[in-house]
T-cell receptor, first 113, second 117 residues
Framework: KAGVTQTPRYLIKTRGQQVTLSCSPI?????VSWYQQTPGQGLQFLFE???????NKGNFPGRFSGRQFSNSRSEMNVSTLELGDSALYLC????????????FGPGTRLTVL | AQTVTQSQPEMSVQEAETVTLSCTYD???????LFWYKQPPSRQMILVIR??????QNATENRFSVNFQKAAKSFSLKISDSQLGDAAMYFC??????????????FGTGTRLQVTL
């Protein structure tokens, strides 16, 4: 069974632009969570989607948004990019049951210049 | 809010030796899950081991085992017979077992493990 895939793997943007990252979960998984990883703040939870609905949200500004499609694929969008948004963005999928383990993708490295 | 603390930023172990990584957490909940994830330099986060708080028996996965002390809120990872491929950043993570917020993982700051010949 294929793992979690994320595209693109690397992205370079300039301040003020917007960006969309994509995540395809493991087949059969209905829950997708997003995390931001930076050297200063570590791993922080962004949001989680289950059956096309946002089920949980972390403490991030409204510039960070996401959505999930009927095939469970998810996208996250960051608008009006700031230098501090430079990070590794990790996507994790799980079956969707509350007791589930999350499995991570390789991440998208976003650099904001 | 739950917090996870990893007090060892870096550890080193010789190949074939045993090393223990420490993790403590703070929670008022009685039912939860604890995880150790490994992130090699290639960045893919890999699940190493999972522990359910209601189970008293410590989880084991081949060369990896945990020492789960619920009363002390301690969850250490022991790696036996260390291999070069074990070199990575190791993250301890907490997840509540209660619905609603159950999906969120709270991570520690990580321990970088170096394996030497």
């Amino acid at each position: 069974k294929a793992g979690v895939t994320q595209t693109p793997r690397y992205l370079i943007k300039t301040r003020g632009q917007q960006v969309t990252l994509s995540c395809s979960p493991i087949s059969g998984h209905r829950s997708v969570s997003w995390y931001q990883q930076t050297p200063g703040q570590g791993l922080q939870f962004l949001f989680e989607y289950f059956s096309e609905t946002q089920r949980n949200k972390g403490n991030f500004p409204g510039r960070f948004s996401g959505r999930q499609f009927s095939n469970s694929r998810s996208e996250m969008n960051v608008s009006t990019l700031e230098l501090g948004d430079s990070a590794l963005y990790l996507c994790a999928s799980s079956l969707g049951q509350d007791a589930d383990t999350q499995y991570f993708g390789p991440g998208t490295r976003l650099t904001v210049l | 809010a739950q917090t996870v603390t990893q007090s060892q930023p870096e550890m080193s172990v010789q190949e074939a030796e045993t090393v223990t990584l420490s993790c403590t957490y703070d929670t008022s909940e009685s039912d939860y899950y604890l995880f150790w994830y490994k992130q090699p330099p290639s960045r893919q986060m890999i699940l190493v081991i999972r522990q359910e708080a209601y189970k008293q028996q410590n989880a084991t996965e081949n060369r990896f085992s945990v020492n789960f002390q619920k009363a002390a809120k301690s969850f250490s990872l022991k790696i036996s017979d260390s291999q070069l491929g074990d070199a990575a950043m190791y993250f301890c993570a907490y997840r509540t077992a209660y619905t609603g917020t159950a999906s969120k993982l709270t991570f520690g700051t990580g321990t970088r493990l170096q394996v030497t010949l």
